[in-house]
């Protein structure tokens, strides 16, 4: 039983690459509608559900690909960033079309 539950759980991980997009999706969304065009890092950490410690190593991860610029007044996406999430709607949108055509 103990076993079953902690394969379960392992299974509901999410990969890194998921994490990233959740935090640059949180990102796009929260800075679309800020007057500063800046996302606050306490509001990306709930909406990516992530502790503080794995928000600020993912986000450095972002930056150093620079995918988002981060500072004290919040963070932005970089058009490379802005690129990278775009791509990859568009793909998940063909992956759909081509799913409800078969």
């Known amino acids: 039983m103990m076993m079953e539950d902690r394969t379960a759980r ?7 690459i998921t994490i990233y ?9 929260l800075s679309s509608t800020s007057p500063t065009k800046r996302a606050k890092i306490t ?11 794995r928000l600020k190593e993912r986000l450095q991860e972002l930056s150093y690909l620079d995918l ?18 775009q791509e990859y709607q568009n ?10 055509t078969r």
């Open 68 to 85: 988002i610029t981060w500072d004290n007044t919040g963070l932005k996406l970089t058009e490379k960033g802005k690129t990278f999430l």
């Open 43 to 53: 509001h990306v950490l709930y909406k990516s559900n992530l502790n503080t410690k």
């Open 10 to 16: 392992f299974l509901k991980r999410r990969d890194r």
């Open 21 to 29: 997009l959740n935090i640059l999706e949180a990102i796009q969304q």
């Open 91 to 100: 793909l998940i949108n063909k992956i759909n079309q081509y799913i409800k």
